[in-house]
């Protein structure tokens, strides 16, 4: 059941011509979604086609076909500056583009990964030394995974997968069970990050498969599934790409990191830190960005005021990836439930920003955020890569990891002696 | 020609068979390039039906392909057991290696299908192939030369994103743009990028 080409219709799709000094002439572009090409493939001017003369020639880098090893990590982890207090080291090497890591409750690390890979990894712990298996491969995109009761979760596109008793099937895994499978097939945008609750409902975001567009219904939106009967539920609306999130142990909330359109220039808008606190709140897209921007195109008359603004700006093009709540006791206590969040850096912005480990203070009712950069460099130069963070997560000792798709490693941050 | 690519199947076959792979072992690096050569061409320009020319493309492009067929991510019955046996540091030294070998200089045969150049051009220019494979279709990161390689190799590589046999680099992009051409269109992209240098 591909569930939701159900829901297609005709899209329709306003394209601005861009013409300097002069009022902008909207003609109006028709795409069929009731095709299922459409949906596993479609037309590339939905993300292609807003490139800028100003912006010409940025493109998103591939991640090095091979990982890092071990001297050039540590290498690396050299140039990267630490907030006073805080260290880096290598925790594991040889995790090919990591993305999304989830605890078994065994102690075994489960990392997903970005597409050309396409593995799930299990990073155990032999007498002090870290060994990575891959345990699932040959999958399209597996960047989101989840763990809860025994059982790995992957989503994986248009499908989220429940491998039972993973941690004692680490040899091989057991077929899965398709647990929800309402989901577009489409690649851009199609990649997922899984944010579970203490009940384990599924937190799951669904970009558009463009850089801005009037999507088709079943995309700019987050839902919660619940994975035990495949039912869900819209929790929010107006969401571009968000490829992180968690819930605040204080209540019970969801908290989402979002990235903003590209190619409207190097400072416009920025990324966003998003807060449910109340209700189904509409963030804005594709109408309104960062709380204040309408969209030069697709505003189409709406006010930024009709939507609800981000919990924080966290910067042009940082492109924020995965995020949790610190829940350990090693760091000081002002970081006792702030928001650590991983940076993957920018590919649209001719300096790229980012690169960086953060951590947002803010009240759970989302007063006072207060940004501290935890650990920076994996960006030299203008557009230089050392690595790139995708995922952050709480270790039992207070400590967190950071997973790192481009140098394929996971990094450990902690703090003291 | 078919006795040349046996010839090239079996060298290929050679390799796979010569053991597991030494780190950054100079000579073996060489044994390697020179099984290689035996398919791609002198230098890496090849002058096979069906041989890309590896001469002067992205190091990234070129280990990301050892890498997609050791992992068997895309399929060949040649070049994925030759992949198997290549460790990460080969990987790195082939690619590097071939990236710095001069490409194609030699002018383009004179145009037997100026109309389909033409075509070509122009989709060229409308599907935005410059934004990744750069100014002039030289390359850049993991997007490949495509200026000046074969037509017969261009042409095979729309279909497979067409037909979902490859799939893209980083951004899924050219499964996308291939889908939306048909036959003529591909067959005039792959002339016109032929002939480019």
């Not at chain 2, 019955?77 to 071939?98: F, K, N, T």
């Amino acid at each position: 059941m591909a569930g939701s080409t159900k829901f297609a219709g005709i899209a329709a799709v306003a394209v601005m011509a861009l013409m300097a000094a002069a009022p902008a002439q909207a003609q109006l572009k028709h795409y069929d979604s009731n095709s299922e090409s459409f949906w596993t493939h479609p037309p590339p001017d939905w993300f292609l086609g807003d490139e800028t003369q100003q912006q010409k020639g940025l493109s998103p880098q591939p991640n090095p076909p091979t990982p890092a090893t071990m001297a050039q990590l540590e290498a690396n982890l050299k140039k990267i500056k630490m907030a006073p207090g805080f260290k880096i080291s290598v925790y594991a090497a040889n995790v090919p583009e990591a993305r999304q890591m989830a605890w078994g409750d065994k102690g075994t690390l489960f990392v997903g990964s970005w597409f050309d890979a396409g593995n799930v990894y299990a990073i155990t712990d032999e007498g002090g030394k870290k060994v990575v298996k891959t345990v699932l491969s040959k999958l399209t995109v597996p960047t989101g995974i989840a763990f809860h009761d025994g059982a790995l979760y992957v989503a994986d596109v248009n499908k989220i997968y429940k491998y039972d008793n993973a941690e004692a099937s680490l040899d091989k895994m057991p077929a899965p069970k398709v647990v929800y499978d309402d989901m577009p097939p489409y690649i851009p945008h199609g990649w997922k990050y899984l944010a579970m609750d203490k009940k384990g409902m599924l937190y799951v975001a669904f970009g558009p498969p463009c850089n801005e567009c009037m999507a088709p219904t079943s995309t700019m939106q987050v839902r919660r599934i619940n994975p035990n009967n495949g039912t869900a539920e819209i929790i929010a609306l107006g969401v571009r790409n968000s490829v992180g999130g968690d819930i605040d142990p204080r209540t019970g909330q969801y908290w989402f990191s979002e990235n903003a359109r590209d190619w409207i220039s190097d400072d416009l808008p920025s990324d966003k830190l998003e807060h449910i606190a109340s209700g189904v709140p509409h963030f804005g897209y594709p109408y309104c960005h960062q709380g204040d921007l309408p969209d030069p195109t697709y505003a189409m008359g709406h006010k930024c005021s009709e939507f609800v603004p981000p919990a924080f700006k966290l910067g042009p093009h940082v492109a924020p990836l995965g995020m949790k709540f610190y829940t350990g006791d090693q760091f000081p206590a002002e970081y006792k439930d702030a928001i650590f969040l991983a940076e993957h850096g920018s590919w649209n912005r001719h300096k790229y920003n980012g690169g960086r480990i953060v951590a947002i203070v803010v009240g759970p009712d989302g007063r006072n955020p207060k940004q501290h950069v935890i650990a920076s460099g994996w960006i030299q130069g203008d557009r230089n890569f050392l690595g790139r963070p995708a995922d952050v997560i709480n270790a039992p000792d207070g400590s967190i990891l950071v997973a790192d798709d481009w140098a394929g490693a996971i990094y450990r941050i902690s703090y003291g002696k | 020609m078919m006795h040349r690519l046996s010839l090239c199947a079996l060298a290929a076959a050679a390799l796979a068979l010569a053991g597991p792979a030494r780190a950054a072992d100079d000579a073996a690096i060489k044994d390697k390039l020179a099984a290689c050569f035996s398919c791609h061409g002198d230098n890496g320009l090849s002058t096979l039906d069906g041989v890309p020319s590896i001469a002067a493309q992205p190091e990234l492009f070129l280990e990301w392909q050892l890498v997609f067929f050791r992992t068997g991510r895309v399929k060949s019955e040649i070049m994925q057991p030759v992949a198997a046996e290549l460790s990460d540091d080969d990987i790195r030294a082939i690619g590097s290696y071939l990236a710095t070998l001069p490409p194609i200089k030699t002018s383009p045969p004179p145009d037997d299908a100026p109309a389909m150049t033409e075509v070509g051009g122009k989709l060229a220019a409308g599907r935005n192939c410059g934004n990744c494979h750069g100014e002039g279709f030289h390359g850049q990161q993991g997007a490949a030369r495509i200026a000046g390689q074969r037509e017969d190799v261009l042409l095979k590589a729309l279909h497979d994103y067409k037909e979902g046999r490859r799939f893209g680099t980083g951004v899924a992009a050219m499964p996308e743009v291939a889908m939306e051409l048909d036959d003529d269109q591909m067959k005039a992209l792959a002339h016109y990028m032929s002939r480019q240098r």
